[in-house]
């Protein structure tokens, strides 16, 4: 067992050799283990709104380097809600440390309208 501190976002600059981009064939050996997403997001105008994990499995995000919390497949919370205030005009920065990983990823979604009372087996 190793710690992971997640009271702030984990340094990807320091796993070296250890990170793999989206798509490659490294990265489909990470299947099934836990992995660090990490990735931008432009916008125009800033507002609240909900992040959906309902696709994901388990884990914790960090928006601009803060935890927004924690997320997990079989709910019944399925969307993490992310204060406006903690958003940027422009470029913003996202990672995601997913535990499950029973499929890469490549994009995260938001919505409107949280999922609070949805359970999946």
Do not use: H
């Not at 992995?35 to 105008?45: I, N, R």
């Amino acid at each position: 067992m190793y710690p992971l501190p997640m009271s702030e976002v984990p340094d990807l600059g320091k796993l070296g050799n250890n990170v793999y981009a989206n798509g490659s064939v490294k990265a489909a050996k990470l299947k099934d283990c836990p992995v660090l997403y990490e990735g931008t997001f432009t916008l125009k105008e800033t507002g609240d709104t909900f992040i959906d994990m309902e696709q994901w499995g388990k884990g914790i995000i960090f928006i601009n380097g803060i935890n927004i919390g924690r997320y997990w497949q079989v709910g019944p919370q399925q969307t993490l809600y992310i204060p406006g205030v903690w958003l940027k005009k422009g470029e913003n920065k996202i990672v995601i440390f997913e535990q499950l990983n029973a499929e890469p990823k490549a994009e995260v979604g938001t919505v409107k309208v949280p999922v609070l009372m949805k359970l999946n087996n």
